[in-house]
């Protein structure tokens, strides 16, 4: 079970599975350094630095949950795979660009930190499948199912097993066998039911469209009107970011492939 955490003002509020870590103010201390970094503020990550030295060398390390950590300096790389993806609607682009610009604030800042290069970076999504849209790449279960039926069930209506387990890769966020699966000629646009809604890249498309409209556009938005003054629930904002970075990153994949927008 993942943690709650919630941020009222400039005041921590924590509720956790294990007390012990719901009391740790160091991990309150992260958790603003989480936010700072999230919106890519870089004076605040500064004076962070500068206050908390030994709390912020930390930031490779962030507990999320249990045994699973985070490289905080990698929402830098998230916000880079959004902001800077090229579909954006025009009548937000003053909005994008500033975010961009924010980014690219935040790179020079790594750089300068001596981190690994942000853009020269991969993320391994799936390993963090429980906080977003994806289908745990470890299952044996996940391996056997398209949809909500078994892969038979589509074999004996006459669908080709390479088209069947690219939709399962894509849902399990596996890039590389995506990619293999994609160049042997498997389609993403392959409807496995009449409803013209069940291939692979409208999973995609579709997700990409929600967490961006729905989550962070409003989510940026509201910061940049209201900043720390607010209630931020950690978990549910790191899943949203990582979420539509994934999910951007495998409609890229795909549409290099396919000609299917």
């Not at 009391?23 to 503020?41: G, P, R, W």
């Not at 004076?47 to 249990?66: H, R, S, T, V």
């Amino acid at each position: 079970m993942k943690d709650t955490r919630l941020i009222v003002g400039k005041e921590l509020i924590m509720t956790r599975t294990l007390k012990d870590i719901s009391t740790n103010i160091e991990t309150q201390e992260l958790d603003k350094l989480f936010l700072a970094i999230y919106f890519n503020d870089r004076d605040k990550v500064t004076e962070f630095k500068n206050q908390n030295p030994e709390i912020y060398a930390k930031k490779n390390k962030y507990l999320l949950d249990g045994n699973i950590t985070f490289d905080l300096t990698n929402l830098t790389l998230l916000n880079h795979k959004i902001w800077f993806d090229n579909d954006w609607r025009e009548e937000i682009m003053l909005f994008i660009k500033e975010n961009r610009q924010q980014t690219n604030q935040m790179i020079d800042f790594w750089r300068a930190e001596g981190e690994k290069p942000i853009l020269n970076r991969k993320i391994e999504y799936n390993q963090y499948f429980e906080y977003f849209y994806c289908d745990d790449p470890n299952d044996p279960e996940n391996n056997e199912e398209i949809i909500l039926d078994h892969i038979s069930y589509f074999l004996e209506k006459g669908f080709r097993e390479i088209d069947l387990m690219l939709y399962n890769r894509v849902e399990c966020f596996d890039f590389i066998e995506t990619k293999k699966l994609l160049e042997k000629g498997a389609k993403s646009n392959i409807h496995f039911y009449e409803d013209g809604d069940s291939n692979a890249f409208s999973r995609i498309s579709a997700e990409c469209s929600y967490l961006a409209t729905c989550q962070i556009i409003p989510e940026f938005q509201i910061f940049k009107a209201k900043g720390y003054k607010q209630n931020f629930d950690i978990s549910r904002m790191f899943g949203e970011l990582l979420g539509l970075a994934a999910h951007e990153e495998m409609y890229e994949l795909l549409s290099k492939y396919n000609d299917v927008k």
